[in-house]
């Protein structure tokens, strides 16, 4: 069996320790990755490039590399649909002791989260080429109110309104999520203006 194939039976992704085992040499994997067959995500974990991935494989990737990570805060809104910003660099959160978490591919930014804020409100999403994490729209919304100096006040307030235009707004749940993330008292002026409006 040719390193692709290898490939092709698991998903599309590989960890060295597996291609050892099946008796690829770690030259043989080198030269799969110049040779651009082969794509490194982090060391000892890759993929293969002519696959048939879908849009959200770059998230599967971050999961394969980091099972704590969670997509949040940009790449969060537009998984959502809560923003038209498309971001250079995936972001990621993970909780405030973990050990700098860095990857080979996909450009990520990392935030480290407390543990209190870091756990709320995490869903798993099962795509064809595997899961990843990422927060419910309320925690999304949440979160960027949070980074708003970092994130912008005009996406905060896009990402608001365009939530509030949903069809399957929950206020509760908005409201209860932002009490848990001391964000409460920051939202309600935004979303009473807006609602009012």
Avoid at 45 to 70: C, G, H, M, P
């Amino acid at each position: 069996m040719n390193i692709e194939n290898f490939f092709l039976e698991n998903n599309g992704y590989a960890r060295m320790k597996d291609l050892k085992f099946a008796g690829f040499h770690t030259r043989t994997v080198a030269k799969a990755v110049s040779c651009g067959i082969i794509e490194k995500i982090k060391p000892g974990l890759y993929k293969l490039t002519d696959y048939q991935w879908d849009e959200y494989n770059s998230f599967v990737d971050i999961y394969k590399a980091k099972k704590e990570a969670v997509i949040c805060l940009s790449s969060a809104l537009q998984y959502h649909n809560l923003s038209t910003i498309n971001p250079g660099v995936i972001t990621v959160a993970v909780p405030h002791n973990t050990a700098k978490f860095k990857i080979d591919y996909p450009p990520i930014k990392t935030y480290y989260y407390s543990d209190k804020l870091y756990s709320i409100e995490i869903e798993q999403v099962q795509t064809k080429q595997g899961i990843f994490n990422i927060y419910s729209l309320e925690k999304t919304i949440c979160d960027v109110f949070r980074y708003k100096n970092k994130v912008g006040e005009d996406i905060v307030l896009e990402a608001l309104k365009n939530y509030l235009h949903r069809k399957n707004v929950n206020l509760s749940k908005l409201y209860n999520v932002a009490k848990q993330c001391n964000v409460d008292s920051v939202m309600e002026p935004y979303i009473k203006a807006m609602v009012i409006k």
